[in-house]
């Protein structure tokens, strides 16, 4: 008998050794298909995190935007960190955050809702909410800014009638050191306000002032550390401060705006609509008349998307006026090249959206400000909608998504001089405007800023016309140096508390 044949027998005849050499040959094979099976849904690498911890203590938690793109340097462009218990992938760069938003954009297209913004919007409007009441809120709210002339003659003529008021209130305080931060945010509030509503606000109107402290207060607040432990584990830091501070400001500003519905309600002429709460009462009341069974226009839904509009359409294009003003402090000789340019096109005469065109420096500016401010430095978090292979690596459905902004707009590949405010990142040899592939301050795909063209509009307008009346300095015994650009922690980074002079130019 072969020396095969005697072992084959010995196998046989021996009923232990057949069934340990079975159970070998099981687990052999057990390791062999898992080892396998992840290699083929090999998920994307990152720092190893301890248990219940995650990476926590690897993190700056009031700025985890700078610690996340370090860590893309060492793990790469998509990389896995858990805050806490809770995985999260990580994009990094320009290239890799644009094939997901837009190439895979059904794939990353979900909102992860952290239990913060559940808290204080269940579920509705359009920041925080996915499915088809998403869907339809966002599509409705795009429907009616445009048709009250977002991007168009009407926006611009309502822009530069808040510029005259915003200009006044800078007048009073006759060139001495004042804080920018509430005119301005009352400025652009009044434009969201003014489509909303219908109607602009006083900028001494108590209840028009509070409500614009208490989004600014909640922004600044939902960024902070103790806010980030509470996303992380809800269960077990629920009693911190900030998150009442929120749910009390929530609270009360809902009352508010429902006293507004109400006046509203009882003056609606459904033959005109004087804003997009007209328009949604108007479709609320269609859709109950033909009986329509599960309507997402209804009463929640309205409030949290009337009040998604008013907290991002005033923080995010007030603060990012309030880092060109202290930019302009910081950089005169760029201010003097925007005003001799503006000075030779413009002249005396009101400023046009139009102007644009004929002025590239000015608008190279506005550009650079917006990309060096980085004022949504991990956009807000997305969730996989399905499961998928991204740049070969399985990414399971329901994965939290940070896509990170700032390793786009700071993206070395990109740009010329990432930290470096140089508005010549959009300009060609010639000095004419250049548009940049890896300009993002909006985000991009499927859940890109839905204001984007009204953003940009009052962006141009309210900065000329304040750069066309105004020289902006630091106050009396501040040098241009001393001037911080250290950015303040929130969830939208704005500048550090500061005073300006605006230093009447006529």
Request: hydrophobic share 40%; charged share 20%.
């Amino acid at each position: 008998m072969s020396v095969l044949g005697d072992f084959i027998f010995f196998l046989f005849s021996n009923p232990t050794t057949w069934l340990g050499v079975v159970v070998l040959l099981l687990v052999l094979y057990l390791v062999s298909s898992s080892v396998t099976s992840q290699e083929m849904r090999k998920g994307p690498p990152g720092p190893r995190p301890l248990p219940l911890l995650g990476n926590l203590l690897q993190l700056d938690l009031s700025r985890p935007y700078k610690t996340l793109f370090q860590l893309s340097k060492k793990h790469g462009s998509v990389f896995t960190v858990y805050l806490g218990p809770k995985k999260v992938v990580v994009l990094a760069g320009y290239k890799t955050v644009k094939e997901a938003l837009v190439s895979y954009a059904e794939e990353f297209g979900d909102r992860e809702i952290p239990p913060i913004f559940y808290d204080t919007s269940f579920g509705h409007g359009i920041l925080f909410a996915n499915g088809e009441s998403w869907k339809e809120m966002r599509r409705f709210a795009l429907t009616t800014l445009r048709d009250f002339g977002m991007g168009k003659r009407m926006a611009e003529h309502k822009i530069l009638e808040e510029c005259h008021h915003l200009i006044q209130m800078f007048e009073k305080h006759k060139g001495k050191p004042f804080n920018t931060a509430c005119p301005v945010n009352y400025a652009t509030s009044n434009i969201i306000c003014n489509i909303v509503y219908g109607s602009r606000f006083e900028y001494d109107d108590p209840r028009f002032t509070n409500m614009v402290m208490r989004a600014n207060e909640n922004i600044r607040v939902v960024g902070s550390a103790p806010l980030q432990l509470y996303n992380m584990f809800p269960r077990l830091v629920s009693w911190v401060k900030g998150r009442h501070l929120i749910l009390n400001n929530v609270e009360t500003t809902n009352r508010e705006v429902k006293d507004l519905f109400k006046s509203l309600k009882e003056t609606l002429n459904p033959h005109i609509c004087r804003g997009l709460v007209d328009c949604f009462l108007i479709r609320k009341q269609k859709e109950e008349d033909s009986s329509v069974t599960n309507t997402h226009y209804h009463e929640k839904n309205m409030l949290y998307t009337v009040t998604n509009l008013f907290a991002a359409g005033t923080d995010t294009t007030a603060t990012t006026l309030r880092w060109a003003l202290l930019l302009m402090a910081k950089y005169p000789h760029i201010q003097d090249q925007v005003q001799e340019e503006m000075d030779r096109v413009v002249g005396s005469r009101v400023v046009q959206v139009d102007d644009h065109k004929n002025l590239p420096y000015t608008n190279a500016v506005i550009h650079e400000t917006q990309r060096l401010a980085n004022i949504v430095p991990m956009s807000l978090p997305h969730k996989t909608s399905r499961d998928v292979t991204f740049q070969g690596y399985f990414i399971k459905a329901g994965t939290t998504v940070f896509p990170l902004l700032t390793s786009v707009l700071y993206d070395e590949s990109e740009w010329e001089a990432p930290h470096t405010f140089n508005p010549s990142h959009f300009l060609d040899e010639e000095g004419k405007f250049t548009r940049r592939d890896a300009f993002m301050p909006f985000s991009a795909g499927r859940r890109a800023c839905l204001g984007e063209s009204l953003a940009k509009m009052e962006l141009f307008l309210f900065f000329t016309s304040l750069l066309q009346r105004f020289r902006f300095t630091p106050p009396p015994g501040v040098t241009e140096d001393e001037l911080d650009l250290t950015p303040a922690v929130g969830l939208t980074l704005g500048p550090s508390p500061h005073e300006l002079c605006a230093v009447s130019r006529q």
